[in-house]
């Protein structure tokens, strides 16, 4: 008989709406989804929930569908961290051996607990612990030292905090809903192993996380993250933009925002065509190509600070996006690029649609956890 499929499920709270998998392993280590529940909320803005009542709604209407999909209950929950609600801490440490030693697991355990973490202990709670190298008397970077033979053994490790508060009131409302057996997970972390190729880690990769109301920055290495920094900028910020400079709502400013093309050099006569029900509303191309990169400037110079800040040895790594906001705009990635004076690459599994990166990278998460 064949081993019984083990059944995951997750939550990923994004910028504008909460989406819960259930799912499994399929074929050649692909993601199956059984059931999908995606509700529209208030979202969150500078580490906070906008509108807990709102959020409890859409909770637990989001659980509800994606049970009723696949006729399973949910005992279990992997629960996505965003961004703004984490800190990365990179912490190193140094042990000396008496003699010339053949190090084993409980060394490389032992000398990670010799970081100091006790500056996050009152505010926050660990959720990933990933060593991103070790050192065997002072030489070349390597994974894992098992097996080598040195007197002197350094590590430098990533660490993953999530906001007690953020924990407290996700507890709160899941345990109202009858949900008890919680796993907290990063999201940005899930994001870089399931869409960058392990070469791709190994070497440090910058990436940018798109949402509708944040862009989270972090830098790549091997499994863990070095730096995490939360942007309050998104593709809402360019509808909001659209909607007050051409005095229009929202559904027709998002109508504008997917209709436009950055990549295509437009001419005096060129026009957006939307309709506003039945009757078609002509808006200058270049003008609202104008207005869409006025922002992306600014989000650009956002990016730039971030990446500025970062230790010189990082400023050149390659830089990838995912998300499906920005990089879904049309010519968006490439004007980005062009702001930042850097190739800007498309971060991609080809087993989830852009609109469900997070949280089917969420559920890769949570399925090779529970291997």
Do not use: W
Request: hydrophobic share 45%; net charge neutral; proline share 2%.
């Amino acid at each position: 008989m064949g081993q019984k499929q083990k059944i995951v499920s997750v939550v990923y709270f994004g910028s504008s709406r909460i989406s819960v998998l259930i799912g499994v392993r399929g074929a050649n280590n692909s993601l199956v989804v059984k059931g999908r529940g995606t509700v529209e909320y208030a979202g969150y803005m500078d580490g906070e929930f906008l509108e807990l009542d709102n959020l409890k709604y859409a909770l637990g209407t989001a659980i509800d569908i994606a049970e009723k999909n696949c006729a399973l209950k949910i005992d279990k929950l992997y629960v996505g961290v965003p961004a703004d609600f984490s800190v990365v801490h990179t912490g190193k440490a140094e042990y000396n051996f008496m003699r010339d030693t053949r190090i084993n697991k409980t060394h490389t355990e032992n000398i990670l607990k010799q970081i100091n973490l006790n500056g996050f202990a009152q505010t926050h709670t660990l959720i990933n612990r990933s060593p991103i190298y070790y050192n065997v008397n002072g030489g070349r970077k390597i994974i894992n030292p098992v097996g080598s033979v040195g007197i002197n053994l350094s590590v430098l490790c990533s660490f993953i905090f999530a906001e007690k508060q953020f924990i407290k009131t996700v507890k709160d409302v899941l345990f109202a809903l009858g949900i008890a057996k919680l796993h907290f997970a990063s999201v940005p972390l899930a994001l870089s192993l399931f869409l960058l190729p392990e070469n791709v880690r190994d070497n440090g990769a910058l990436f940018l996380h798109s949402g509708l109301l944040t862009t989270s920055v972090f830098v790549v290495s091997g499994d863990g993250l070095i730096n995490l920094k939360s942007i309050g900028s998104g593709k809402g910020y360019i509808v909001s933009d659209l909607m007050e400079i051409l005095e229009v709502n929202y559904n027709m400013a998002k109508n504008i925002l997917e209709e436009a093309a950055l990549s295509i050099e437009t001419k005096p006569s060129d026009n957006y065509v939307i309709f506003n029900g039945e009757e078609p509303v002509k808006f200058e191309a270049s003008y609202v190509n104008d207005i869409i990169k006025a922002r992306l400037e600014m989000i650009a110079e956002n990016i730039q600070s971030t990446i500025l800040g970062l230790d010189k040895e990082y400023l050149s790594l390659p830089i990838y996006i995912a998300g499906g906001e920005i990089d879904a705009v049309n010519g968006g990635r490439d004007y980005l690029a062009k702001c930042l004076g850097v190739n800007i690459y498309l971060a991609k599994n080809i087993f989830t649609k852009a609109g469900d990166v997070a949280a089917n990278s969420l559920l890769d998460l949570a399925l090779l956890t529970e291997k």
